[in-house]
């Protein structure tokens, strides 16, 4: 048998039985969940999902005015320094294409 180390780490007491409830139903023991994580990062050299920040609204699902909306929430918040000058370009857009 292979030596084992030891992992500890910290996590949301919420998050933990809900995942390690789903990790019995499927019949996995935790460990087992973890090591199969460790080797699809190695596997995968990085991690074996996509992360990315989420996006505000689905801007595919919305019309002009809900665009509109957007960009104008968008620039008002940078000039209060809430966000990027991200926002101020698209703003700038929205203005140059009338959307």
């Known amino acids: 048998m292979a030596k084992t180390a030891n992992l500890y780490a910290r996590i949301e007491p919420e ?22 994580f ?6 995968q050299q990085g991690l074996p999902f996509d992360v990315k920040l989420p996006r505000p609204a689905d801007a595919s699902k919305m019309n002009a005015e ?6 104008d929430k968008g620039y008002s918040d940078y000039l209060s320094g809430k ?6 370009f698209f703003s700038d ?4 294409y009338k959307v």
Not at 38 to 43: A, D, G, R, T, V
């Open 83 to 88: 966000t990027t000058p991200a926002a101020a």
């Open 15 to 36: 998050i933990k039985e809900e995942a390690e409830s789903i990790l019995e139903t499927l019949g996995i023991p935790v460990s087992n969940a973890i090591c199969m």
């Open 93 to 96: 857009i929205k203005a140059k």
């Open 66 to 71: 809900e665009i509109s909306k957007e960009l």
């Open 38 to 43: 460790y080797k699809q990062i190695i596997l």
